[in-house]
């Protein structure tokens, strides 16, 4: 049944799929005749628009090729009547017309409209990956690397992986990017090395994690220098949060397992999402004279304040306000921190 449901908050990769998925179903010639885009609203006018969608589908293809209707946001807030008009139209589709539904938020799995989509539809996820597992954002860029015909050396691939994080869109900016370098320097068939990636590709994460670092050690000062540096490159301040977040979640494992007394870097690693163990020596330099009383507290700090950003409060005064709390969450004896 060509009935397809995509979701998920990686807006990039879900275009990327829809652009693929036209490219297999539409003739170019005879595009504009055969895709249907409709943008959804919400209430009695969304349903509507979802009706009328369902008819398009209904409609045999004109000329070459074979029909499209792209409904985006059709779930979101979506009333009952829609259930009976979707269990009337996905049975008598025609197999040339070809049925769309998108959306950033993950579909209700209590609604029987989800459940009966979920039964009919080949459903594509494309969410984001948490931007503290930082293994499987080196795996996302090797893979990114191979289908964009890239080579990089494991270090160059690593940096990169820490300045994008998890945004897709902007990884695939950054590797077009270094083709075109590869492609005009003299040796277009060696691996970039990190350098190169280091001279290319601007790292805001890479100061937002020495803005970590200042927090971890107390540095008031410092981290509100950062701070203030990072928000004047107009680095988004819920980004700046998210690898706070990844880099403390990383840092709490570790005082975790030293605590705990584990010795083997290997299985730290393993335990903190860390794709290199040798990076688990310098990881324990950090958090040597912080406990992880003090690093559960500072999260805490950073999910208040990720909650005040998504809230609408104003980002420069309650992030300097977070900062100089937990900056002094991490000074003093750490053993102060757990009788507190």
């Given amino acids: 049944m060509p009935v397809y449901l995509f979701w998920g908050e990686d807006t990039y990769r879900l275009s990327k799929a829809v652009q693929a998925l036209q490219g297999q179903i539409l003739d170019p ?8 885009k409709i943008d959804v609203f919400t209430g009695p006018e969304g349903t509507a628009q979802v009706i009328q969608g369902l008819n398009q589908a209904m409609t045999p293809p004109l ?4 029909r499209l209707v792209w409904l985006i946001n059709p779930l979101v807030g979506a009333t009952a009547d829609l259930l009976s008009e979707f269990e009337r139209t996905l049975p008598a589709l025609l197999p040339s017309s070809h049925l769309l539904l998108t959306q950033t938020a993950k579909p209700d799995g209590r609604s029987k409209l989800t459940k009966l989509l979920l039964k009919q539809a080949q459903v594509s ?10 293994a499987q954002i080196v795996q996302m860029v090797k893979q990114a690397t191979r289908e964009l015909e890239v080579k990089l050396t494991q270090a160059a691939g690593e940096r990169l992986a820490e300045a994008v ?11 077009e990017k270094l083709k075109l370098y590869s492609l005009s320097s003299s040796a277009p068939h060696q691996r970039i090395g990190l350098e190169a990636v280091e001279q290319l590709v601007c790292s805001t994460t890479q100061n937002s994690l020495q803005l970590a670092e200042a927090i971890c050690h107390g540095n008031t000062d410092q981290a509100l220098q950062l701070a203030v540096e990072l928000l004047d490159l107009n680095e988004p301040s819920l980004k700046i949060v998210a690898t706070l977040v ?3 979640r990383t840092w709490l494992w570790v005082k975790l397992m030293v605590e705990s007394g584990e010795s083997d870097d290997r ?11 040798k990076r688990i020596y310098f990881l324990k330099q950090v958090v040597q004279n912080v406990s992880s009383q003090q690093l559960r507290q500072v999260l805490a700090h950073l999910l208040e304040l990720e909650v005040a950003l998504k809230q609408g409060k104003e980002a420069r005064s309650v992030l300097m306000i977070k900062l100089v709390e937990m900056s002094q969450r991490c000074q003093g004896d750490p053993g102060l921190a757990i009788r507190s």
């Fill in 165 to 175: 994080g998890n945004d897709t869109r902007r990884l695939y900016g950054e590797l």
């Fill in 125 to 134: 996820e494309f969410t984001l990956i948490p931007p503290w597992k930082t």
């Fill in 63 to 66: 000329g070459l090729g074979q």
């Fill in 267 to 277: 299985l730290i690693a393993q335990a903190a999402e860390v794709s290199n163990p």
């Fill in 29 to 36: 010639d005879w595009r504009s005749f055969n895709l249907d």
């Fill in 246 to 248: 990844r880099q403390f």
